[in-house]
């Protein structure tokens, strides 16, 4: 029995050991190379024993100790690292859950009930179910271990049969320890145009908040993941390193605390601020998935784990291709008609992109909306700008030959529009204080079904009226701001919490209905970038920043966690000094589109975009489903360097750019990763304008894997703002 068990250890990645009379009963929750080991404690309590590189010997999972991690104060019998660690424990330090109970109490204690494992698609789930013995609240705590991908999501349920409702003050997805020498957190701030900047700093003794509570716009100026270099600084290329997301579009919190000891404990959950929740009985609190990954050989390896996960099992149509597109907001902003649409679908046609992708605009005809100031929520074309509505535009786009896509901002409200003078009470706003404004614009509340059922049903009418709408591009401009809901009444601390869930609701709808729409999440550009929403949604628009030098560093930032597949990218007139090649390749390197308008460019400059597009397409799978290697960060250089490789390393794709050397630096040779060392491969440049030569001295040259490994090539130059696009191709 025992020999099998170990068996099934080995190979099936995940067992639940159970209790033998002289056993520890513990849990092991493993993919292929990193272990999160549980134990029951000898007080039916459950702690973290060990989360790190998967143990070779099933033997020593006995010899770890709940209590290893104790303080040496003689508490040793009483305080481990609990794994979902409760207000008012022994503990001391911050809790994953905090109840107030129906009499006032406001201590938890969860204790060990049973578990049980099974397989699901890439992995094997586990639940774990915890009790309080004094009160009747049930904790479950999930997890799904994705063994190939590295990956575990974790979230945990919470429910109770008490009189009267609970209180929750605190509700976290998870709560994973650490106990390494140093511990160093990377964190992406944002603000409009300056998404994912990263920065590091040391976690010290206390607390480290990353927190939102924007409540819609609610990334907008910090994403929802963080990664923690466990020893030193993250490093690119190697060391130990934690990479965690969490799947909500709405306020999130993560909080690192360094102990008394100097453990870490890592808190990723929903923001409580302004959301004490007043659980029902009976009732099923679901909290986000927070998704996280070990990675021993730096952040590198950690993105390609998310990225290959997010593939599979994360992201909306994760194995499918992209649409190229052509968008007309940067070229004509509001100021357009169907005949200027009608002409920049042929545009789109003859650049060669898939789609041509209508923005904001289209629609209010009381109060249309020409500017920002008027028209959200009013869904009807303007029928003195479009007289034809979207039938004539779907019809024009036929004609030219390509795909019609459209913008549409349904969860928000002008003042001036039909939609607010009409249902006032289905508006996030104060009853008793003056309002302001974001954008002029003020949220809906998607916690009340009706203005659910009317935000589906701009999606619905669209798509019903007009089946041959292909894509929708669903922005987001402003966070929730004047928070008091007229449907919650006197749960406005739910508010937050629930507003999100309606947009979850709207959102499963569309999905069901319209499986094979693909859509672009936009948040007055990248401040909804999480893998929640993106189950919905096929790509997300990362920055209205298109500069190429500020995309460079955007697009390495989200590049850690999302694979290029989500990451909208366009070539723009954002940076008119840099040259249309490199504004190009920059956007290239993601999900290409263009959203500027061809009479701007020259004949050459135009026959270079559409010679990238037909590479792009050509090189999609590689690019956008291949590995991908960081090899030269722009944080740390005048340059940066990304490549993808595919799956069968006969292709690569360099993309190289010179930001800003100085006068003579010395040029590094870059080495390439992830190919077969034995295999040769022809180096060439490809994106070239139409007229100029290569400078690249190796182009046209063979060269085995191995050297191009560990030689590298020179690609480098001290040129500012260029880009040199290199397609590698086994022989
Ligand atoms: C913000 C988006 O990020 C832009 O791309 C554009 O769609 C505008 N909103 C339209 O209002």
Not at 302 to 326: F, I, P
Request: hydrophobic share 35%.
């Amino acid at each position: 029995m025992r020999r099998k068990l170990s068996i099934m250890l080995s190979l099936a990645t995940v067992a639940s050991v159970s209790a033998q009379s002289s056993e520890k009963e513990i849990i092991r929750i493993a993919t292929d190379n990193t272990d999160l080991v549980l134990e029951v404690g000898p007080n039916k309590r459950v702690y973290q024993t060990y989360l790190g590189p998967r143990l070779l010997h099933e033997s020593d999972l006995q010899n770890l100790s709940w209590s290893q991690h104790a303080a040496s104060d003689g508490s040793v019998s009483t305080r481990g690292w609990e794994v979902y660690s409760t207000s008012g424990n022994e503990d001391f330090f911050e809790p994953a859950l905090g109840i107030t109970h129906t009499d006032g109490n406001m201590t938890t204690y969860l204790y060990y009930v049973d578990s049980s494992q099974e397989n699901v698609p890439g992995g094997v789930h586990t639940r774990i179910n915890l009790k309080d013995d004094k009160y009747p609240v049930n904790v479950t705590l999930n997890y799904v271990a994705y063994n190939k991908e590295n990956v575990i999501m974790t979230w945990t349920e919470i429910s109770h049969q008490e009189k009267n409702n609970i209180t929750m003050s605190q509700y976290a997805s998870a709560m994973l320890y650490f106990n390494k020498p140093e511990y160093w957190l990377t964190e992406f701030s944002s603000d409009w145009a300056k998404e994912a900047q990263m920065s590091s700093q040391q976690l010290q003794f206390g607390k480290k908040v990353i927190d939102t509570k924007l409540g819609s716009r609610a990334a907008m100026h910090t994403h929802p993941f963080f990664e923690i270099g466990l020893n030193g600084p993250v490093k690119e290329h190697s060391g130990e390193v934690l990479m965690g997301t969490l799947g909500w579009t709405g306020n999130f919190r993560f909080t690192f605390e360094v102990d008394n000891v100097g453990n870490l404990r890592v808190i990723p959950g929903i923001n409580p601020y302004a959301s004490n929740y007043e659980l029902k009985a009976n009732e099923i609190f679901t909290t986000p998935e927070f998704i996280f990954t070990l990675s021993y050989d730096g952040a590198g390896q950690g993105s390609r784990n998310l990225h290959e996960w997010a593939r599979k099992y994360g992201l909306k149509d994760g194995e499918q291709d992209r649409l190229t597109l052509l968008n007309n907001w940067e070229n004509t902003a509001f100021d357009f008609n169907q005949e200027i649409l009608a002409e920049l679908m042929k545009e789109a046609k003859h650049l060669g992109v898939d789609m041509f992708l209508l923005d904001d605009g289209w629609f209010g005809n009381k109060y249309p909306r020409k500017d920002d100031h008027a028209g959200l929520g009013d869904w009807d074309v303007t029928h003195n700008k479009l007289p034809g509505g979207i039938a004539a535009l779907v019809e024009s786009a036929k004609e030219a030959d390509v795909k019609f896509g459209i913008w549409i901002e349904p969860e928000m409200v002008n003042p001036k529009s039909e939609l607010y003078e009409q249902h006032p009470d289905w508006v996030i706003e104060q009853p008793n204080r003056d309002t302001y404004y974001y954008r002029n614009q003020l949220v809906l509340d998607l916690s009340n079904p009706k203005v659910q059922d009317y935000v589906f049903n701009v999606v619905d009418n669209i798509l019903t009226e007009n089946p041959e709408v292909a894509y929708f591009k669903w922005d987001c401009n402003s966070p929730i701001t004047n928070i008091y809901s007229p449907y919650a009444k006197d749960k406005q601390g739910q508010l937050y919490i629930d507003h999100v869930r309606g947009i979850y609701n709207v959102l499963k709808r569309i999905k069901e209905k319209y499986p094979d729409v693909p859509m672009m999440l936009c948040s007055g550009g990248g401040a909804r970038c999480d893998y929640e929403a993106l189950k919905y949604f096929t790509e997300f628009w990362c920055s209205d920043n298109t500069d190429p030098v500020e995309r460079v560093y955007i697009q390495w930032g989200f590049s850690q966690f999302f694979p290029a597949k989500a990451m909208a990218a366009h070539v723009t007139s954002w940076n008119k000094n840099t040259s249309i090649k490199f504004r190009t390749d920059v956007a290239a390197m993601c999900k290409l589109g263009f959203d500027i308008g061809l009479k701007e460019l020259s004949t050459d400059e135009l026959a270079y975009c559409q010679q990238a597009v037909t590479n792009w397409k050509r090189l999609q799978p590689t690019v956008m489903d291949g590995d991908q290697y960081r090899l030269v960060s722009p944080y740390e250089s005048n340059h940066a360097a990304v490549e993808y490789v595919d799956k069968s390393k006969n292709q690569a794709i360099l993309f190289a750019y010179d930001l800003a050397p100085r006068f003579q630096e010395k040029l590094n040779a870059i080495k390439l990763q992830g190919l077969d060392p034995n295999k040769e491969y022809l180096v060439k440049e490809i994106n070239l304008m139409p007229g100029t030569k290569s400078q690249f001295g190796q182009n046209d040259k063979v060269f085995t894997g191995d050297y191009l490994m560990k030689v590298g090539l020179d690609v480098f130059t001290w040129h500012h703002n260029t880009s040199t696009v290199i397609e590698i191709n086994a022989r």
